[in-house]
């Protein structure tokens, strides 16, 4: 099991670009979710996807910032003309099958994260 | 939406002392509360979790400990190690995890 793979791992961006952020989910999860990370900060929630379903995104910005997780491929957070503020490490984690009464149907497990850079 | 509050924010002990890390949460209707260790620049990793129906846990040194009648629930390492080093976040989840601020914990040699 090759645990949740991220990429890139480092993208620099230049102000007003896009920025595409992947991340395939552990084997066998159906649930992914990302987070943003400023430097010595702790993980802000953002959005929560199963395949082909936003399932709650109130933690992601209204503008710019668009997430999907289509039913074949990786799930994709999308940063539309980014900006100095955008620069922060993103972590997606997948979970198995949360909601039901049992302790490892709740764990995530995150990836190594993408560290976003805006020039 | 769940709020959760960690304190302290930093730690600094002895190596061989104890250590304790306090969170509190918001939204009763949670009910799984993990423990991540993150070093710099590295993935959060999964230390312990506990869910609402148990009000303790213990895995070698490390232990958590859950009030949901106070809403509050406490990371505990003993015989703490240089290795122990790193930023702790606690997290309580309904719909989604939701993260404290973290701790900085810093063991002494």
């Known amino acids: 099991n090759a645990g949740v793979m991220q990429n890139p791992r480092h993208l620099v961006r230049r102000r007003g670009q896009e920025a595409r952020l992947r991340c395939s989910p552990m084997?066998?999860?159906?649930?992914v979710y990302w987070y943003r990370q400023l430097p010595e900060e702790g993980l802000k929630f953002m959005v929560y996807l199963q395949k082909e379903n936003i399932i709650d995104e109130s933690g992601m910005p209204k503008e710019r910032f668009s997430a999907e997780f289509p039913k074949e491929g990786p799930s994709i957070l999308r940063i539309q003309q980014v900006v100095r503020g955008d620069s922060a490490a993103y972590f997606c984690?997948?979970?198995?099958?949360?909601?039901?009464?049992?302790?490892?149907?709740?764990?995530?497990?995150f990836g190594s994260g993408t560290q976003l850079s805006v020039l | 939406g769940e709020n959760v509050e960690q304190h302290p924010s930093t730690l600094s002990v002895q190596e061989g002392d104890s250590a304790v890390i306090k969170c509190t949460y918001s939204?009763?209707?949670?009910?799984?509360f993990p423990w991540y260790k993150q070093e710099l620049g590295k993935r959060p990793q999964l230390i312990i979790d506990?869910?609402?129906?148990?009000g303790e846990k213990k895995d070698q040194r490390i232990a958590v400990t859950l009030n949901k009648t106070a809403k509050h629930f406490s990371l505990h390492i003993t015989e703490t190690q240089p290795e122990d080093s790193a930023v702790y976040f606690c997290a309580a989840k309904g719909r989604a995890l939701t993260f404290g601020s973290g701790t900085r914990l810093q063991v002494q040699p």
């Open positions: 506990i869910r609402s129906n148990v």
């Open positions: 984690a997948s979970s198995p099958l949360p909601g039901q009464a049992s302790v490892a149907n709740e764990k995530l497990f």
């Open positions: 084997k066998g999860h159906s649930h």
């Open positions: 939204d009763s209707a949670s009910n799984y």
